[in-house]
């Protein structure tokens, strides 16, 4: 059973659309962090969400944490190419040791 | 700052086989997470090293093990390979006490691949 759910799996959209991914889960975090990887990269961390209902903005993206800490998701205003990748969700669940749990993540293509 | 460092960043072993893994956390790291990446179940967790210790460990076989030394390089080994062990193997440091906040550092991975 996968802790968290992503949505949609797979995205290929238009440079200069809008689009949102979803990262939902049953269960309680006490924080959620967004990743984006690149073919034969790691993954690097976008940002960390710790209140419920939080909204951060990173340029083009917005990130929004759930009031009831357990969803989350990224809204990209006007996609580019650059923004190609696979975008991973992460909690740290409640109560939990500190081990991370990922989702399975969005593969997202722009295509110019 | 030097990133994580894994090496080596490609590997092609026969079943049956064992093969150890290497990474260097950023220095002042003194925790390192491995998982597991395949594009049918995504990041799985295998085991967390903190101090030369194993704190964390995921539901994977007896044959993955790792260990860590007092640099906090860390590596991991997988004996009698399967095909099923293919994939890209992450490394990630992280300052233990505030990964909730301050998330991972990951390297490149290595991609091992069973034939």
């Known amino acids: 059973t996968q802790l968290l759910e992503q949505s949609p799996q797979f995205l290929s959209i238009q440079e200069g659309e809008n689009l949102t991914v979803y990262c939902n889960s049953s269960s309680v975090f006490s924080s959620l962090q967004w990743y984006r990887q690149e073919p034969g990269e790691g993954p690097v961390l976008l940002v960390t969400?710790?209140?419920?209902?939080e909204v951060k903005k990173l340029k083009r993206l917005t990130f929004q944490f759930g009031d009831a800490r357990k969803d989350s998701s990224l809204h990209i205003t006007a996609a580019q190419p650059g923004d190609t990748g696979l975008y991973l969700c992460?909690?740290?669940?409640?109560?939990?040791?500190?081990?991370?749990?990922f989702g399975k993540g969005t593969k997202l293509t722009v295509n110019p | 700052k030097a990133g994580v460092t894994q090496t080596p960043r490609y590997l092609i072993k026969t079943r049956g086989q064992q093969v150890t893994l290497s990474c260097s956390p950023i220095?002042?790291?003194?925790?390192v997470s491995w998982y597991q990446q395949t594009p049918g179940q995504g990041l799985q967790f295998l085991f967390e090293?903190?101090?030369?210790?194993?704190?964390n460990k995921g539901n994977f076989p007896g044959r993955f093990s790792g260990r860590q030394f007092s640099n906090s390089r860390s590596e991991m080994n997988v004996s009698t390979l399967e095909l099923g062990d293919s994939a890209l193997y992450l490394c990630a440091s992280s300052l233990s006490a505030s990964r909730s906040i301050l998330g991972y550092t990951f390297g490149s991975g290595t991609r091992l691949t069973v034939v």
């Open positions: 969400v710790v209140t419920g209902g």
């Open positions: 220095s002042g790291h003194r925790s």
């Open positions: 992460a909690g740290a669940l409640q109560g939990g040791s500190e081990k991370l749990v």
């Open positions: 090293y903190f101090s030369e210790t194993q704190r």
